[in-house]
């Protein structure tokens, strides 16, 4: 289990929690065919180890990294949306994100619903906060989809906080419990 397996399953279920889920990283820097098969295991909810099929599900939260620097995703599989969360601000060149806005329509349509369409999703970048530094964007990440999830505001977010959040996150992750 990775990283943001272990968070997103320390996240209580709620009625709000049934119509997402979130991918792994695995293979989010590796949208090729080698992975399909991995890649629906995740549409059927057979993986990560107690997860969830996306049958229902409104969105998907993506943590991605790009060269070592990480954003955050939600694809809205309703509005055939992906907006991107990035706390350097730098435009992330579409073809970083063009395999999961192409693949993700396939593999809905292949095994969820049959109309979805095969489409291109559109991309939209979100305004959020920003970053001070050089390494705090795996904080961002993880702040951004957690805020995203609870159904709060992500210019809540404090940059001045990171240091702090990246403290309570690791004692979560160890004591393996999770709350905002």
């Known amino acids: 289990m990775d990283m943001a397996e272990k968070i997103i399953s320390c996240i209580p279920r709620t009625k709000k929690a049934d119509k997402l889920h979130s991918l792994a990283t695995f293979f989010t820097n590796n949208w090729d065919v080698s992975c399909v098969n991995h890649l629906v295991r995740y549409v059927d909810g057979e993986?990560?180890?107690?997860?969830?099929?996306?049958?229902?599900?409104?969105?998907?939260?993506?943590?991605?990294?790009?060269?070592?620097?990480?954003?955050?995703?939600?694809?809205?599989?309703?509005?055939?949306?992906?907006?991107?969360?990035?706390?350097?601000?730098?435009?992330?060149?579409?073809?970083?994100?063009?395999?999961?806005?192409?693949?993700?329509?396939?593999?809905?349509?292949?095994?969820?619903?049959?109309?979805?369409?095969?489409?291109?999703?559109?991309?939209?970048?979100?305004?959020?906060?920003?970053?001070?530094?050089?390494?705090?964007?795996?904080?961002?990440?993880?702040?951004?989809?957690?805020?995203?999830l609870a159904g709060k505001d992500v210019s809540l977010i404090r940059p001045d906080y990171m240091r702090e959040w990246r403290k309570k996150l690791a004692a979560d992750i160890f004591s393996q419990s999770f709350d905002l």
């Open 47 to 148: 993986s990560p180890e107690l997860g969830k099929a996306w049958k229902g599900c409104r969105f998907l939260y993506i943590p991605c990294c790009f060269k070592s620097h990480w954003i955050a995703l939600r694809v809205d599989i309703q509005e055939r949306k992906i907006e991107v969360y990035n706390s350097m601000g730098r435009v992330i060149n579409r073809e970083k994100i063009s395999a999961i806005e192409n693949v993700l329509p396939k593999l809905i349509c292949a095994k969820l619903d049959k109309t979805y369409g095969l489409q291109i999703l559109s991309i939209e970048s979100i305004a959020c906060p920003q970053q001070s530094n050089g390494f705090d964007c795996g904080m961002f990440t993880v702040k951004f989809i957690v805020f995203l």
